[in-house]
């Protein structure tokens, strides 16, 4: 789309009056006269045309073209400056502003997320059309950025862009690149057209409890998808913010609508946007699930629905789901745990940097915006790397003992006797954790993933760890749950 950058300057009549006049003047003429931003290829180009072509939007490392118009011939050595900013505070050193171009700055190694471009060779300088292949940073925060260019006369305003996560980039790992990256696009993609996504996902961003507390932080940390799907596995569920989705569990739906009337996320995360970011009424487990996996695939962080059938709520950090049952007349102590006949959450793909020292756990992660329980004070859950829960290493970031619990946990049922002492009856070991199912890539038919999460039963290694943490689990001699690794 093209755009016009006019001056508006006054005049003096012959009558000695001030007369307006909006046009070009000989003194003030900008050397930018027009941007061309190139919305429909840019956005085919990086894999957001099904989102929109009407505005710019960009991934993260990946160049996009540009186009500026200037009232006179160029030369490559002159003076010309891009500024890329995000939020209402942008700062380099938060790597939420980037200034960059001809002559190149002197950045300090406290900069962050440094931006770059170079002249195209599609360029016609002697004509004044510069065309510019403008590389965000890998590592920028993603966002709406307000682009400006800055000559020897003036700054002018160029326009905005939003930057996504890219899932798109070479690497080690490219044998997974075919289901990455339908995990990224999904088969919703096309209704995102509907209202606009951009406004919904973003403004789910700008809201969030940590925003609000700090929002220069916030955006700063916005350049990591750990941090932002935690912030939106929190966003989903209305428990302690003004997220998405309030939940509904005891089929007195009055004041909203049945879980089961929902077909498409979009919709929900319209009324949502449209009314003032009030809750959507109701929502369960598949429902929240479904709502996080279109707004991770729009930010570009590749993600999937999962299915864990007999699945585990652990409520007191036992790795058991515990059953009480009274002897001659005794009323049995009531548990708080449970066993679901399914419990749906989603896995995103992502590396994680963060647990590096204690080996590799890149790869899928388990994301939950049901609201069981808290982590870190919020009712959200995860990121857990799925290896991680395999192997049973339940003391790293983030709630992997809560995960493991869903599909390991074992079934026990004790006698409660008159002085209150407890009798174990019998147990059940194999019942929780079954057909854990995601959607195969391509087709509609059922992928099992049960081997990604757990050793078939009976294995030993599973054995041994759920001998070794009966009772309180620690880790260096320290309470496991509620430790932090750093």
Not at 98 to 119: L, R, T
Not at 185 to 197: P, V
């Amino acid at each position: 789309m093209i755009s016009e950058i006019r001056v508006r300057t006054v005049t003096i009549s012959s009558e000695g009056k001030k007369k307006k006049k909006t046009g070009f003047s000989s003194q003030q003429l900008d050397i930018i006269k027009k941007v061309d931003l190139h919305c429909q290829a840019n956005n085919s180009a990086h894999h957001t045309s099904d989102i929109t072509t009407d505005q710019l939007i960009v991934r993260r490392g990946q160049s996009f073209l540009l186009t500026l118009e200037m009232s006179r011939p160029f030369t490559e050595g002159e003076e010309l400056h891009l500024t890329a900013e995000t939020g209402s505070h942008p700062s380099e050193e938060r790597g939420t502003r980037s200034v960059f171009g001809n002559p190149s700055p002197m950045y300090s190694k406290a900069i962050k997320a440094a931006w770059k471009y170079s002249i195209d060779s599609s360029s016609a300088l002697q004509r004044g059309i510069v065309v510019l292949t403008v590389t965000p940073a890998a590592d920028a925060p993603v966002g709406r950025y307000l682009l400006s260019a800055s000559t020897e006369r003036k700054k002018t305003s160029l326009g905005s862009l939003v930057v996504l996560y890219n899932p798109w980039c070479s690497g080690k790992d490219r044998g997974r690149d075919k289901e990455l990256l339908s995990r990224v696009k999904g088969q919703n993609q096309s209704d995102l057209h509907i209202y606009d996504m951009v406004d919904i996902c973003l403004k789910m961003l700008d809201i969030n409890p940590k925003h609000l507390k700090d929002p220069a932080d916030d955006v700063s940390a916005r350049c990591n998808p750990i941090y932002v799907s935690r912030v939106v596995s929190a966003m989903i569920n209305s428990n302690d913010d003004r997220g998405v989705l309030q939940g509904c569990w005891d089929g007195n739906y009055v004041g909203g609508l049945n879980p089961t009337h929902w077909s498409s996320s979009t919709n929900i995360l319209q009324r949502w946007y449209l009314n003032n970011c009030h809750p959507v009424k109701y929502g369960q487990c598949w429902v929240f699930a479904a709502v996080m996996c279109t707004v991770m695939r729009f930010l570009g962080i590749p993600c999937r629905v999962v299915t864990n059938f007999e699945s585990a709520h652990d409520t007191d950090k036992s790795l058991t789901i515990d059953n009480f049952f009274g002897h001659s007349g005794v009323v049995a102590k009531k548990s708080r745990d449970s066993v679901w006949n399914f419990h749906v959450w989603v896995e995103a793909w992502m590396k994680r940097p963060d647990l590096l020292k204690y080996g590799n756990y890149d790869g899928w992660q388990v994301l939950d915006p049901t609201p069981q329980e808290r982590s870190q004070g919020a009712f959200c859950c995860g990121p857990a790397p799925v290896s991680a829960i395999l192997k049973g290493h339940v003391d790293l970031k983030y709630d992997i003992p809560f995960v493991f619990a869903e599909v390991n946990a074992d079934i026990v049922n004790w006698m409660v006797s008159a002085t209150g002492s407890k009798t174990k009856m019998n147990s059940d070991t194999r019942k929780v954790g079954q057909n854990i199912s995601t959607k195969a890539v391509g087709s509609s038919r059922r992928m099992d993933i049960t081997d990604s999460y757990k050793d078939k039963e009976g294995e030993e290694c599973v054995l041994m760890l759920m001998l070794v943490c009966r009772g309180p689990l620690k880790h260096n001699g320290r309470p496991l749950f509620g430790a932090t690794v750093d």
